[in-house]
């Protein structure tokens, strides 16, 4: 079955930098493009990256543009996200999430990795 | 960017009741070419990720109950439990995946018990 681990949430102060992984598998990972989502404490959803299966195109919310940068290693069956200039408002829950085959909306979701930006 | 807006914000019904919440885009998400709402649901229980229950506005994921349903077209959209259950209490997002390379959520609707 599908399977979504993510890894790397912590404590950092602001302007630090974080790196968060995503370990798939149960699925091909490489034929898929993937997700990271967000979730800040007590507030809703907020998409924050996409990757296409084979990296040609990225795509970043606003909030993150310039800060954040989206990759995977198709070979290990890993997503990654790259926080740099980390803001108190980043601290949330992250989740990675998998496409659907049918469309690009998420399907199957990891169970986060918490990340809190504090001095 | 497309907003999502959904109301109510909470809403309480009683077991075995209808709860119906409502999703409005800030612009069409009706592609002309296939006649394809790009609008998914979700329900997210505390401490835990959320799981899809409907895409292309209509279409009830593998799994989903039947009480659950998706409805709407273009702007408005609605999803719809007919018979609340007690495991339905959630809180339940809508979400467009019409625009190329952002995807938005609704602020959420919070589903309890009367």
């Known amino acids: 079955q599908v399977q979504l681990v993510e890894s790397g949430g912590g404590v950092v102060q602001p302007g630090g930098s974080l790196r968060l992984s995503c370990a798939a598998s149960g699925f091909t990972f490489s034929s898929f493009d993937m997700h990271w989502v967000r979730q800040a404490p007590g507030k809703g959803l907020e998409w924050v990256a996409f990757i296409r299966s084979d990296e040609s195109n990225k795509y970043y919310a606003d909030s993150v543009k310039g800060r954040f940068t989206i990759s995977r290693d198709n070979s290990k069956n890993t997503l990654d996200l790259q926080m740099n200039s980390l803001r108190t408002e980043d601290t949330a829950v992250y989740y990675c999430?998998?496409?659907?085959?049918?469309?690009?909306?998420?399907?199957?979701w990891g169970q986060g990795t918490p990340v809190i930006v504090s001095s | 960017d497309i907003v999502m807006t959904q109301s109510p914000d909470s809403l309480a019904v009683s077991l075995g009741e209808r709860a119906t919440i409502n999703c409005k885009s800030s612009q069409s998400v009706l592609y002309n070419s296939n006649n394809k709402n790009y609008i998914a649901w979700y329900q997210q229980k505390p401490g835990q990720p959320p799981k899809l229950l409907i895409y292309?506005?209509?279409i009830r994921e593998s799994g989903v109950p039947d009480r659950f349903s998706g409805s709407g077209s273009g702007t408005d959209f609605t999803l719809t439990i007919s018979t609340l259950q007690a495991e339905d209490v959630a809180v339940y997002y809508c979400?467009?995946?019409?625009?190329?390379?952002?995807?938005?959520f609704g602020q959420g609707t919070k589903v309890e018990i009367k």
């Open positions: 292309w506005a209509s």
């Open positions: 999430a998998k496409r659907k085959i049918e469309c690009t909306t998420p399907d199957y």
């Open positions: 979400q467009q995946y019409y625009a190329t390379s952002t995807w938005t």
